[in-house]
């Protein structure tokens, strides 16, 4: 498959994520404010996860900003388990880098389902990437 690299930086994530769509053929996520509407966050992880171990970082890269930007808060532990599983920890923290970009009504409801997630130090990671000193 062609480096498609040059034609997804600056564009609206919807623009992107129709370009990918058309490169493989079938639908990929599709992000709303209330999360993915075609996969949950496990198969979106192990989609994550196959494009890392393809090598396919310019996809991956796009898939780790849909999560951490668009996922529902519910689906986020979910996905941040899966990386680790894989032993993706730096594509776990790239998710939370976005999820720490979202606005405030978001990064809250998204640290509060992380805390009783029992996940305190993403939840504390949010919170530093959200509201730098």
């Given amino acids: 498959m062609d480096d498609h690299t040059d034609e997804f930086p ?23 404010v209330l999360g993915d509407r075609q996969l949950d966050g496990r198969r979106l992880a192990d989609y994550i996860v196959e ?13 780790l900003h849909l999560a951490g930007a668009r996922c529902a808060s519910i689906e986020l ?3 941040l388990e899966r990386l680790r599983e894989a032993s993706l920890r730096m594509a776990a923290e790239a ?39």
């Fill in 51 to 63: 494009r890392i171990e393809a090598e396919d970082l310019t996809h991956a890269r796009l898939l």
């Fill in 95 to 133: 998710v939370l880098f976005h999820v720490g970009e979202r606005v405030t009504s978001d990064v809250l409801r998204i640290v509060k389902q992380l805390i009783e997630a029992k996940l305190y130090d993403d939840a504390a990671l949010v919170l530093r990437i959200a509201v730098p000193e």
């Fill in 10 to 32: 600056g564009m609206p994530l919807e623009v992107a994520g129709g370009k990918m769509n058309a490169m493989y053929g079938r639908e990929l996520p599709v992000p709303s």
């Fill in 77 to 79: 532990p979910i996905i």
